[in-house]
């Protein structure tokens, strides 16, 4: 069974361009979850979509969005693109019936702003 | 807003040692689940262990138990015949039983294994 998959593994973008991050879940999990990863914040939640439609939100600005498709492949979008926005990215995925187990990460996009 | 907090930004431990990684949570929730995650230098989080508050004993996983002090809001990782396979960060998780909630970390503990 494939895991979660994140890609690009590495990204390198200049100040106030924007960015696009893909993540495909585990094949019949319908939620996918997004979380920013920096040495100073820790983790940070940013969103989570199940079924196409966002169901929680994290306290980041409206630069950072995202999407799903009806294959639950999930994209999250930011703009104007900010020294500080330079982290981990990671995404998970769950299916109702694992919740309870947490969630499945993929090994996360590293994002540079230069 | 519920908070996790992890005390130990770094931790050694000697090779086939046993090692406690701390982790503090602040709910007003009686029901949730609490996880341990290990995120080695591949950067994928990986799940080690899981606790269902309403469970009084303590969940065991091979090498990897926890005590889990519900009153306390304790939840303590302890790593037994430490391993270099080990050295990784540790995350303590939370997440509310009820509703979609996310999940909420920890800022993390570092393991180094020395051999």
């Known amino acids: 069974k494939a895991g979660v998959t994140q890609t690009p593994r590495y990204l390198i973008k200049t100040r106030g361009q924007q960015v696009t991050l893909s993540c495909s879940p585990i094949?019949?999990?319908?939620?996918v979850s997004w979380y920013q990863q920096t040495p100073g914040q820790g983790l940070q939640f940013l969103f989570e979509y199940f079924s196409e439609t966002q169901r929680n939100k994290g306290n980041f600005p409206g630069r950072f969005s995202g999407r799903q498709f009806s294959n639950s492949r999930s994209e999250m979008n930011v703009s104007t693109l900010e020294l500080g926005d330079s982290a981990l990215y990671l995404c998970a995925s769950s299916s109702p019936d694992s919740s309870s187990y947490g969630y499945t990460f993929g090994s996360g996009t590293r994002l540079t702003v230069v | 807003a519920q908070t996790v907090t992890q005390s130990q930004p770094e931790m050694s431990v000697q090779e086939a040692e046993t090692v406690t990684l701390s982790c503090t949570y602040d709910t007003s929730e009686s029901d949730y689940y609490l996880f341990w995650y290990k995120q080695p230098p591949s950067r994928q989080m990986i799940l080690v262990i899981r606790?269902?508050?309403?469970?009084?004993q303590n969940a065991t996983e091979n090498r990897f138990s926890v005590n889990f002090q519900k009153a306390a809001k304790s939840f303590s990782l302890k790593i037994s015949d430490s391993q270099l396979g080990d050295a990784a960060m540790y995350f303590c998780a939370y997440r509310r039983r009820s509703g979609n909630t996310p999940l909420v970390f920890g800022k993390g503990t570092r393991l180094s294994v020395i051999a």
């Open positions: 094949s019949g999990h319908r939620s």
């Open positions: 606790q269902e508050a309403y469970k009084q």
